[in-house]
Nanobody, 123 residues
């Protein structure tokens, strides 16, 4: 399984970014996908997850209403649209894959991880 994130960068507070995660070497439609993030000196934390069909999603309270996850099973890609970004959103963002149909916000439930993409929110 290979997961490759892209789309990170530097953005001003209030700005937007769209992250992408391209998956390969797996049957993408059989995997729950998630986004997590890790800020310096902090543990990796759940951001959002999406079911295999895209019909079920869940978000951390800190990003609810600002972030949106989606997936395109034809392109083997999951997206994270981030709006109204805040300095506290600064972190390395990781894409993760979990076999099966049950969404989860637990790091330990995901067997496959990308290398991460840096998002920095600063004026």
């Amino acid at each position: 399984v290979q997961l490759v994130e892209s789309g990170g960068g530097l953005v001003q507070p209030g700005g937007s970014l769209r992250l992408s995660c391209a998956a390969s070497r797996l049957t993408f439609s059989n995997y729950v996908m998630g986004w997590f993030r890790q800020a310096p000196g902090k543990e990796r934390e759940f951001v959002t997850t999406i079911s295999t069909s895209g019909g079920n999603t869940a978000y951390a309270n800190s990003v609810k209403g600002r972030f949106s996850i989606s997936r395109d099973n034809a392109k083997n890609t999951v997206y994270l649209q981030m709006n109204s970004l805040k300095p506290e959103d600064t972190a390395v963002y990781y894409c993760a894959a979990r076999s099966g149909a049950v969404v989860s916000g637990l790091v330990a439930d995901y067997a496959h991880w990308g290398q991460g993409t840096q998002v920095t929110v600063s004026a």
